[in-house]
């Protein structure tokens, strides 16, 4: 390998997490939510395959001031594990030199659950401290591990189909778990929750206007893709819903997927983070985020983790 030549820095795993802090994490997020918008719309190109899963590209990963720009693509096997497999390439954005390949399942668990969490934050009602998860999965983590360093929370409670699941997850969060609701109702203690927090692969609503309390605030971050829907459209048009982007969200998000239009948005986060909208306008109301997950904030973790990285592996794809 030539000493001149540029390396690829290759982060898996294991390395993202031993790199990647949740506070610095949230503080790059907090900063790619309030930077000015870019110039270039961010992209979501999905196909079916032949067989059970989906491929997805999102491009390009673009923040103001960082010199860099991501790429990723994704398989998704929701049979498989983990469901998540594929890369990130994190490439300078002057020359297009590849500086980095990082797992893509960490970056998206990473960004997705921390930028759920600074959302939810900033929607729920201040003294919101009781919180139910439906999904106990990589990205329900990450928004429980992020809310907690937002604030504080004093009762969890934990379903999934998977009871061995819901209950690793609540011994690690000091939460309780309960039974899923095969019949389609809400397990006991979750509508009760100030905060519900839904990361599953639901393709029919979980909740509805009614299973919902006056003042609840409800993350959703399951509809990523056509068909996906966590959320019934009779909640979503009862609630004070935001996105983070408006045409993502009608294309393949928790609007669209409900067959609801721009308008049953009460906005985008972004708005809400920079102070140029208001988010929550009573305690009473109820509350709604509603994310597809866009390519900037790939990039916020990516280069987070590339300018941390010191002994990891590196190669040189042009040797």
């Not at 009762?155 to 939460?175: I, K, M, N, Q, S």
């Not at 609007?255 to 009573?282: F, H, K, Q, W």
Request: aromatic letters at 4%; charged letters at 20%.
């Amino acid at each position: 390998m030539s000493e001149d030549r540029p390396v690829t820095v290759l982060l898996s795993r294991s390395d993202l997490e031993s790199l990647l802090d949740p506070r610095e994490c949230l503080d790059a997020l907090r900063a790619g939510f309030q930077a000015s918008p870019g110039r270039v719309r961010p992209q979501r190109v999905r196909t079916d395959l032949p067989g059970p899963g989906t491929a997805t590209a999102l491009i390009p990963g673009l923040i103001d001031g960082v010199p860099a720009y991501t790429v990723k693509v994704n398989a998704k096997f929701p049979g498989a594990t983990p469901a998540l497999r594929g890369v990130v390439c994190l490439h300078d954005l002057r020359t297009g030199e590849l500086l980095a390949l990082l797992d893509s399942a960490t970056v998206t668990a990473w960004r997705t659950g921390l930028a759920a969490a600074l959302g939810t934050d900033a929607l729920a009602r201040p003294d919101a401290d009781t919180v139910a998860v439906i999904g106990a999965g990589a990205q329900s983590h990450l928004v429980v591990t992020g809310l907690r360093r937002l604030r504080p929370i004093r009762d969890l409670v934990v379903t999934d189909l998977d009871p061995e699941r819901a209950a690793a997850f609540a011994a690690r969060h000091g939460g309780r778990a309960v039974p899923a609701e095969t019949g389609g109702g809400v397990p006991s203690g979750v509508a009760e929750a100030a905060v519900i927090v839904a990361a599953t692969w639901s393709r029919t609503p979980l909740l509805h206007a009614g299973d919902v309390g006056p003042g609840t605030h409800v993350t959703s971050l399951g509809a990523d893709e056509p068909g996906k829907a966590e959320l019934s459209a009779d909640l979503l048009r009862a609630s004070r819903t935001f996105v983070d982007d408006l045409d993502l969200a009608v294309a393949m998000g928790a609007l669209g997927n409900a067959g609801l239009g721009p308008d049953a948005a009460a906005g985008v986060i972004s708005e809400v983070l920079r102070g140029a909208a208001p988010g929550r306008t009573e305690p009473s109301e109820v509350t709604v985020y509603a994310p597809v997950g866009l390519p900037w904030q790939d990039l916020a973790l990516s280069w987070a983790a590339y300018r941390a990285a010191a002994s990891v592996t590196r190669f040189d794809f042009l040797g």
